[in-house]
């Protein structure tokens, strides 16, 4: 129960930090438009791609952090 907590705990921090760094640099380097001066994010919405994207690479760093960890503390 302990490894599958902390798979997910992971994974939701990895997911949330990678969308929210995915959708900064949709805004500033692809829809400039949107981006104000005063830095306004609140308007960076990734596609359904790439939130696929986020998706799989968060699943698959917690994999891999969960199978470190486990190894780490044998």
């Keep these: 129960m302990k ?3 902390s798979f ?3 994974f939701i921090v990895l997911f949330f930090c990678l969308q929210l760094l ?4 949709f805004t ?3 829809n400039q438009s949107s981006y104000s001066s005063a830095g306004n994010y609140t308007s960076a919405e990734n596609s359904f791609l790439v ?4 998706l799989a690479t ?4 917690a994999f891999f952090i969960q199978k ?4 780490r503390l044998k």
């Design 51 to 54: 939130t696929i994207i986020v």
């Design 68 to 71: 470190w960890l486990n190894k």
């Design 58 to 61: 968060s699943a698959a760093l």
């Design 22 to 25: 995915s959708g900064i640099f």
């Design 8 to 10: 997910v705990s992971s």
């Design 28 to 30: 500033v380097f692809h």
């Design 3 to 5: 490894n599958y907590l």
